[in-house]
């Protein structure tokens, strides 16, 4: 257990952490044909989609209300029913999802009532699913935003009562935020290896994966989790949920369905992988197919020919309560020494990690906490990188926002194929970093003759 040791000061002169709205986004964008509507002023979206655009380097669609002095004193419901007039008649989305910022929350704001407001006056729109989610950035990060709009997604549109009809085929597959799009590709891969037919929410593999799309331009997110798919929820057969952050969607899905769910925190170590292949197995009642259990054994003879390079290593990790789980957990089953941790906001499963302690924090107090206790490896967002720079140490960019790489966001963590591509960019970066010990030269050594010594000796004989 660790010790969750809160940061008393005023402020967070170099944050790591990322407010709500910027998850709720994220997570919208793993819904088809989908327009995250930001109700708040023209900064709220702009700020966002800069650090949407340069982390996966594609066009992303987010519009706003543009909330002004005037409304956001004498209300602004008349702001959302206005823009969703206009988007529903401009683009046709799929479904809206409605964002609320600090800005409207302190404000007072009622989403739902704008919403039954905007269905009286526009019944010709009433095709377009809408959802509604409160995500204040005064109150914790981007995790929270993530887990909200996720749980909100169950909450409006999975029936509350579980459907008698039972899909044999079919698995609910909830992901937290630290699924990079690259992750979610295996766990589908791995799902329909079996037979089965995931049901992935949120599904960013299909809509911000870095893919060049055929035709015209659109202005909603291209793929992601159909909306009649997420009604079907109640009728598959198991759920899995990957992230502790998604503990209460866990549970709001296992009262709306009949299934069994299967909760698991990452699958960034071999136990948690195994874990999640048994339960498919069990689900399909089918053998683990060779493919799967090629790259089983390709991450133990990984784990067998790293070992030397990460045995007692210390790796500090700084983020988000899911990605200092699941990176805490693989430095303590590589053999690597975790610590210090610093989290972005205060979370539930911080408690559980496999440290000392765990500080609340920024990267201030970060640098501090390595000019103490150097370390080997740091892993954070980019936000990281001027600290990593000067204390000399290497960056493993994990978490959000990641804009100084290209390619990075979709990179492979979890899964056999991810554990194993870690271990080598770690093992390579150690190999780097050393500095073979010079040739021990005694100053007793007897310095003896050489060839052209002794032909000059015998010349001059």
């Not at 200092?324 to 957990?329: N, Y």
Request: net charge negative; proline share 6%; with cysteine.
């Amino acid at each position: 257990m660790a010790t969750v040791i809160r940061n008393q000061k005023p402020l967070a002169t170099s944050p790591i952490k990322s407010g709500q709205p910027l998850g709720a986004i994220l997570a919208s964008l793993g819904l088809e044909h989908a327009m995250p509507l930001v109700h708040g002023a023209q900064g709220c979206s702009s700020f966002a989609k800069v650090f949407f655009i340069q982390h996966f380097r594609e066009p992303v669609p987010i519009q706003s209300t543009a909330m002004d002095p005037t409304t956001t004193v004498m209300g602004s419901d008349d702001n959302i029913v206005t823009a969703l007039t206009t988007l529903c008649g401009k683009h046709s989305p799929g479904m809206i999802v409605l964002i609320s910022t600090g800005l409207s929350e302190a404000q007072g704001a009622d989403l739902s009532r704008a919403i039954g407001q905007f269905r009286a006056t526009e019944t010709r729109f009433k095709s377009v699913a809408l959802l509604t989610v409160n995500t204040p950035d005064f109150y914790g990060s981007l995790e929270n935003g993530f887990s909200a709009l996720v749980e909100q997604v169950i909450t409006q549109w999975v029936p509350a009562e579980p459907q008698p009809r039972q899909r044999n085929k079919r698995v609910n597959i909830l992901l937290s935020h630290s699924t990079t799009p690259g992750d979610i590709e295996l766990i589908r891969a791995c799902v329909e290896a079996f037979g089965l037919q995931p049901v992935i929410l949120p599904d960013l593999s299909m809509s911000m994966d870095g893919h060049l799309a055929t035709g015209d331009f659109t202005p909603v997110s291209q793929g992601g989790t159909p909306l009649r798919s997420i009604e079907q929820m109640g009728q598959s057969m198991g759920t899995i949920v990957i992230g502790g952050s998604l503990s209460r969607a866990a549970s709001l899905i296992q009262q709306r369905s009949r299934g069994d769910v299967l909760a698991l925190p990452h699958l960034m170590t071999l136990a948690q992988v195994d874990k999640f292949i048994s339960y498919l197995h069990q689900l399909a009642g089918r053998d683990v197919p060779d493919w799967i259990t090629r790259q089983r054994g390709q991450l133990q003879d990984a784990m067998i020919d790293c070992h030397l390079w990460l045995q007692g290593r210390h790796i500090a990790l700084a983020g988000e309560s899911d990605v200092l789980s699941a990176w805490c957990d693989f430095a303590v089953s590589q053999g690597m020494v975790p610590g210090p941790v610093i989290a972005a906001s205060n979370q539930p499963g911080l408690a559980t990690l496999p440290v000392d302690q765990v500080k609340i924090g920024d990267l201030e107090d970060m640098a501090h906490m390595l000019e103490a206790s150097p370390v080997d490896l740091l892993v954070c967002n980019s936000h990281g990188a001027g600290l990593a720079n000067h204390m000399k140490i290497p960056l493993i960019r994990a978490g959000f926002p990641i804009y100084d790489q290209t390619g990075t966001f979709r990179r492979m963590r979890q899964g056999y194929a991810g554990i194993r591509d870690t271990l080598f960019e770690l093992a390579n970066l150690m190999q780097e970093r050393h500095h073979h010990t010079p040739v021990w030269r005694s100053p007793l050594k007897q310095q003896f003759a050489g060839p052209a010594d002794k032909e000059q000796v015998h010349a001059s004989c």
